[in-house]
């Protein structure tokens, strides 16, 4: 893969990526202050963010079958405009319901990006013909540091954050303007039948589905959870505790980077399968451990166990020969997205009943299935099947 138009078209799938990261980033930075702004309570602000991820599923769910009418490229430019255009939303909302529209709108925009612009770099990917999406992942992780210390930044400057979030939103659409004219044209794919019943789902998006439901569980319960894990388990102080997340954080992101290569050389099924494997001695790691090193350790190597493989479901679903791409990929990602929200609460729920380290046995026995059920990534024929231009 030597055309310049496709490395272009890789650079401008990189900066959507980590323009998604930022932008996401910047919300969440901003939170407390936009609490404060509305006037509203932590149970209020929790039912609040439950919108958010009801307006992302839906935007999933939505864009789908409108990247297989009119193009991943296309559907890619508006739901990133859209997203820079709405993270503005959440720093003018001075009322609860203002930040409940605002939300929604958000929450709409970020699903909508998220199908998106997977399907876009499934494109790029099959062009290439070789693995890249890893390292598109990746570029989101750096886009939501670079995010985290921008918006600390701001704040610690006293900008109110319908400034800074509308600066940032500003910055996303010249970023959107510069990178839509280098995305792959990908035509309408009027020619797929899905094997499945129409509105059903195949028995492969299923298991892809079912794949990336307890793979995104994994990765937010480590998000939600792993500092606490160690602060009740080793009764380590908050800045110590801190130590897991920013591990485990940090070996997923080499891991994507990395990641791209080790499936070039083995295969995306013994990538899922190994580095499974890998993530379930992590985790075992944790739920044994009495030592902070061991325990940071643990944290690290479930990280960089689970950092290849959800790009790889995202390929395998968007290689399949049955079904059409956008619609494929909106499933499987919906449904990863499900499992992303239901880890914490599961999580948070078995600990009243055991410990919260005890509960860590449901990311182990979802990584030791997913090890199991690795063959369901191997990619299909589908990469001559699709023509576009750059």
């Known amino acids: 893969m030597t055309d310049p138009a496709y490395r272009r078209a890789r650079a401008a799938v990189f900066a959507v990526f980590g323009l998604n990261g930022f932008l996401l980033a910047m919300w969440v930075v901003h939170i407390p202050a936009v609490q404060q702004r509305a006037g509203i309570g932590n149970a209020t602000l929790g039912t609040l963010l439950l919108m958010l991820a009801v307006g992302a ?118 970023v959107v303007a510069v990178a839509s004219g280098q995305l792959v044209r990908v035509p309408p794919h009027p020619h797929h039948v899905d094997a499945a019943p129409r509105g059903g789902y195949s028995r492969r998006v299923l298991l892809l589905g079912g ?40 070996t997923m992101t080499i891991g994507r980077f990395t990641a791209d290569r080790i499936t070039a050389r083995i295969g995306p099924v013994a990538l899922v399968r190994y580095g499974m494997l890998v993530a379930a001695v992590g985790v075992g790691a944790v739920i044994a451990s009495p030592w902070l090193p061991l325990t940071l350790a643990g944290w690290g190597l479930f990280g960089a166990g689970l950092s290849g493989a959800v790009p790889q479901l995202f390929t395998a679903a968007g290689n399949m020969t049955t079904g059409a791409p956008g619609a494929n990929m909106s499933r499987v990602v919906g449904m990863g997205y499900l499992g992303f929200l239901a880890g914490p609460a599961c999580i948070g729920w078995l600990s009243e009943a055991t410990s919260l380290t005890a509960a860590m046995a449901v990311p182990l026995a979802c990584v030791l299935a997913a090890s199991a059920l690795a063959p369901n990534v191997r990619e299909g024929a589908r990469a001559a099947d699709v023509r576009g231009r750059p």
């Open 57 to 174: 599923i839906v935007g999933m769910q939505a864009t789908g079958r409108l990247a297989d009418r009119f193009g991943s490229d296309r559907t890619t430019t508006i739901a990133a405009s859209a997203l820079a255009v709405t993270v503005a939303g959440p720093g003018l909302a001075s009322q609860g319901w203002q930040l409940a529209v605002a939300l929604v709108l958000f929450g709409f925009a970020n699903g909508a990006l998220d199908v998106s612009m997977n399907s876009q770099a499934v494109v790029v990917e099959q062009r290439y013909r070789r693995p890249i999406m890893a390292a598109f992942h990746g570029l989101f992780s750096v886009g939501g540091v670079a995010g985290a210390l921008v918006g600390a930044a701001t704040l610690a400057a006293g900008w109110a954050p319908a400034m800074s979030l509308a600066v940032t939103g500003a910055m996303g659409l010249v």
């Open 211 to 250: 794949l990336a439901f307890m793979l995104m569980l994994c990765e937010g319960v480590a998000n939600d959870w792993s500092a606490l894990q160690v602060k009740e388990r080793l009764g380590s102080p908050d800045s110590v505790a801190a130590l897991a997340f920013g591990v485990f954080s940090a």
